[in-house]
């Protein structure tokens, strides 16, 4: 990538844009608890540190840049990338009131029952090549000791199409790939108007319980929670037509050693840039005011802006609910505690075993609850959150595409203002300056009409993706759901068979 | 259960007594009390407020003439219901206010009245029976003073009711009663909380299903359509979570709920008799004790006295031996029956949920593309 050793012109593929400050939020939030999303308006161009770096520094020292906390990128290598967090993402606060989720679960909520696994078997026009393809993050184990530390992942990909080399390969992978993978990504395609999914979110304080060694509830669920968002991460990129082939893509699931040394210092020189840039962009964003001649772009941007906020307070209700379960679990298994306690005073033999079998039967009707807060978690809360992030990546492209218009137009006006300081120069008699005048109206022509077919393109581009993301969403929401529903069903069923079984207990005593 | 078996004494078949319903009146209540007689040609029907019941059980306390009264485990009166409480006081009177329109509180005063209309020492007080038949409310008769106002078991209390028994049988009552007042309050006021979680898992429920609502598209092309009816499918899943929840927790509150509360109570009930038995042991000891040091003038008088105290602690020993056998028996059929009707209640719920969740989950499959 040759291209990102030179600082981007202006306006151009700066679109990798570092959000460093991000990190800074993280502090603030613990990990189990409000999923952060970014905010649905304009970023305060004050977040940015821009300020402090200089734009001549090509290629600074990572620990100069990094703003980032998260020990996991500082301290590992010294050429560890900087924070690449999906470009589109804005300075994260949580919106509007997200209950936290208090760990008081006293038990694992680690073994779901259900296979939760994502597996994709739809056909799809993709040189004849059927679409199928199942990968899995497995196996979290933790690599090296303290600060240094970090958490390496399986990654499984099993699939019988032919741009794979094998039909199952297994690498393993930290975090930080997997977001170096998603920078890459982005930086490639979100300005042509892709929608890419964005990566899981970092979290310095979870991560750092895990480092410190804490074998305790609150970082199992952590790992948990990060596993199964890499994995569904993995499955919506491939599921991507065009991010399926992408090489870095294939790379990243196939071979067993990920470059990682050359590509974050080339991107780290041109991240700082494009950070700059972005600032200039956020600026710039406020003030543009695109002549919006398709009124399907109009209709679609406060459809998605509709969107983001119900899925929002969705998961906000949903995540009111995984609390209130969790609590439900806690105070069941207090109670049989008690009732048990109960049983052992009791000395009517048949009436204690009967508050006996009662205390265990609540323990079963516990671990229930916690099976189903794990499903309204990990099924229904999750999507939600995954799909307010993706509609992030959507309302981004939208602004990609008013950025490249809004370059198109600047072009345009460039062209004209040259266009009339030749038209000075035609009566100033001086042939050097009139012939490099008439050159660069040759060139700018050139660059106008480009930047016509940027802006059809990358509309057409938006169309294509926004309908296939609009189908993606119902499948998506379908097929979970479903899942969703089919763990109540076993829930209730495992609960008819307790009662059944108490039953003939209750009626035993004399 | 004794029955009442000479005639004329009690007019209505005990196991036969119902509070049916509750009736608000602005800010008190009205229990309809149903029951019927025991010629078998009818019943009556009369309407009572806390205060009659109070009434009753004051007529209750202050039977003096009944021998070893104070060895009777007094059936409890549930405490008043405040209709417009704050949440504190609604939660010490827990499980019995906190059921569908007072139904378990109903079942609380029906199986009070039950229990004294049952017990030979306390069902013959004309009170009972003019609570129990007649159509004027008797509340606002004047009651004989109560006679554990003699006992003030307020500040003596701690220091009695450590005082060791002289009677292994008792001194064993008294350390059982003593654990189980506490385990059965504990699990009591645990259950509750698990109830409360799952009412607020209810509105948790219904606060979703809203939200499902507003995500409905009105566009017309197919996938707002699909996606619009995928979330109608969903609030109407979340609706039958929500009415699960609000049905376990009734089950709970009515059956296992009131069946704790029951037991929790009665055990605080044996535990005053228990006490106002030890008490009385202490009054016989200290009698004695006077008696022995007596000069010869007082000698006659505190005999007298001790001798009174002898007899009479020796009937409430007598009574409350026969109350804690029959105590024993009533507990366990009480917490026996609870705890079968709440299993065959959420059991019945379990099904009916399970197929309500199997239906829509097929009907989900079913959405067509």
Not at chain 1, 97 to 102: D, L
Not at chain 1, 415 to 440: C, G, H, I, V
Not at chain 2, 91 to 96: A, E, I
Request: proline residues 4%; aromatic residues 6%.
């Amino acid at each position: 990538m040759a291209a990102e050793m030179e600082p981007p012109p202006l306006g151009n593929a700066g679109e990798t844009d570092f959000r460093e400050l991000e990190d800074g939020e993280d502090l603030f939030v613990s990990t189990v608890t409000t999923l952060e999303y970014p905010e649905p308006s304009s970023p305060e161009p004050a977040s940015l540190p821009a300020e402090d770096i200089s734009i001549n520094s090509n290629g600074p020292k990572q620990k100069d840049v990094s703003f980032d906390d998260d020990p996991e990128d500082l301290f590992a290598e010294a050429t560890e990338e900087v924070s690449l967090d999906s470009p589109e993402r804005e300075p994260i606060l949580s919106d509007g009131p997200s209950p936290a989720i208090t760990p008081v679960t006293p038990t694992t909520m680690l073994t779901p029952r259900m296979d939760l696994g994502a597996r994709c078997r739809i056909e799809e026009d993709n040189n004849g090549d059927t679409f199928d393809i199942h990968i899995a993050v497995s196996d979290p184990e933790k690599v090296g000791d303290g600060m240094n530390a970090y958490m390496g992942y399986k990654v499984t990909t099993k699939t019988s199409m032919t741009i794979f080399n094998k039909n199952e390969t297994t690498v393993r992978r930290r975090f930080s790939d997997f977001l170096g993978l998603h920078s890459k990504l982005a930086s490639k395609y979100l300005h042509i108007g892709y929608i890419v999914p964005p990566a899981p979110e970092k979290s310095i304080v979870g991560m750092t319980k895990v480092k410190v060694g804490k074998e305790d509830l609150s970082s199992a669920e952590f790992v948990e929670k990060r596993r199964s968002a890499l994995e569904r991460y993995l499955m919506r990129t491939v599921k991507h037509p065009v991010l399926l082939k992408d090489p870095d893509v294939i790379m990243f699931l196939e071979s067993s050693e990920l470059p990682r040394a050359v590509s974050t210092q080339a991107l780290s020189g041109a991240g700082i840039l494009r950070m700059v840039n972005k600032a200039a962009d956020a600026v710039n964003k406020m003030t543009i005011k695109m002549n919006e001649s398709d009124a399907w772009f109009e209709e679609k941007h406060q459809q998605f802006e509709n969107l983001d906020l119900q899925l929002r307070k969705l998961h906000a209700s949903v995540e009111s609910l995984v609390c209130h379960r969790k609590e439900l679990s806690v105070n069941t298994a207090s109670f049989a505690k008690s009732a048990a306690m109960l049983g052992n005073s009791e000395d009517h033999t048949a009436l204690s075993r009967a508050l006996s079998q009662l205390a265990e039967v609540e323990e079963k009707i516990d671990r229930l609850h916690q099976d189903q807060a794990y499903a309204d978690f990990y099924l229904f809360s999750e999507l939600l959150g995954d799909y307010v992030r993706l509609i992030t990546a959507v309302k981004s492209v939208f602004d990609q595409r008013m950025k490249t218009w809004s370059k198109w137009q600047d072009t345009q006006l460039l062209l004209q203002k040259k266009r009339e300081s030749e038209a000075k120069l035609q009566f100033a008699n001086k042939p050097d300056k009139l012939q490099q005048a008439k050159d660069e109206i040759k060139e700018l022509e050139g660059k106008v009409e480009q930047g016509e077919k940027d802006f059809e393109l990358i509309s057409k581009t938006i169309r294509k993706e926004v309908s296939r993301f609009e189908k993606e969403r119902v499948k998506d929401f379908k097929a979970v759901i479903i899942k969703y529903l089919e763990s109540l069903v076993q829930t209730q069923q495992q609960l008819i068979k307790y009662w059944e079984a108490f039953l003939p207990e209750a009626k035993a005593i004399a | 259960m004794m029955e009442e078996d000479r005639e004329g004494l009690l007019r209505v078949s005990a196991h036969t007594i119902r509070v049916t319903e509750a009736v608000r009146d602005g800010d008190s209540l009205t229990f309809i009390v149903i029951s019927q007689k025991l010629s078998g040609s009818g019943e009556y029907h009369v309407a009572r407020t806390h205060e009659d019941f109070e009434w009753l059980q004051q007529c209750l306390f202050s039977q003096e003439e009944v021998p070893g009264v104070l060895g009777v485990i007094f059936p409890p009166l549930p405490a008043k219901p405040h209709l417009n409480a704050s949440t504190k006081v609604l939660k010490q009177l827990g499980f019995l206010v906190m059921g569908k329109e007072w139904c378990t509180y109903c079942k609380a005063l029906e199986i009070y009245l039950q229990q004294v209309a049952a017990n030979t020492r306390l069902n013959k007080n004309k009170c009972l029976e003019n609570f129990l038949t007649s159509s004027d409310a008797p509340g606002q008769q004047r009651v004989r003073k109560s006679i554990f106002n003699r006992l003030s078991q307020a500040v003596e209390g701690l220091r009695k009711e450590g005082h060791k028994d002289v009677d292994d049988f008792f001194q064993t009552e008294r350390d059982n009663n003593f654990t189980l007042t506490g385990c059965s309050k504990s699990a009591t006021e645990r259950f509750l909380d698990v109830v409360l979680t799952e009412q607020k898992l209810a509105v948790a429920c219904g606060h979703l299903s809203t939200c499902l609502h507003l995500c409905v598209e009105q566009r017309d092309d197919g996938t707002a359509q699909a996606f619009s009816q995928i979330c109608v499918k969903l609030s109407e899943v979340v609706d039958l979570m929500k009415k699960n929840f609000e049905n376990v927790a009734e089950n709970n509150l009515s059956t296992l709920g009131l069946g704790l509360d029951l037991e929790t109570r009665y055990q605080e009930a044996k535990k005053e008799m228990l006490y106002r038995r030890t008490c009385k042991l202490v009054e016989l000891e200290t009698a004695s004790k006077n008696a022995e040091r007596a000069k010869p003038i007082r000698k006659a008088a505190m005999d007298d006295l001790k001798m009174k105290s002898e007899k009479e602690f020796d009937q409430i020993s007598g009574v409350a031996k026969q109350e804690i056998a029959r105590f024993h028996s009533v507990h366990v059929k009480l917490l026996h029956q609870a705890l079968i009707l709440w299993c065959e209640k959420q059991l019945e719920t379990a099904k009916e949920t399970s197929a309500s969740y199997s239906q829509h989950l097929q009907a989900f499959k079913d959405l067509g593309e």
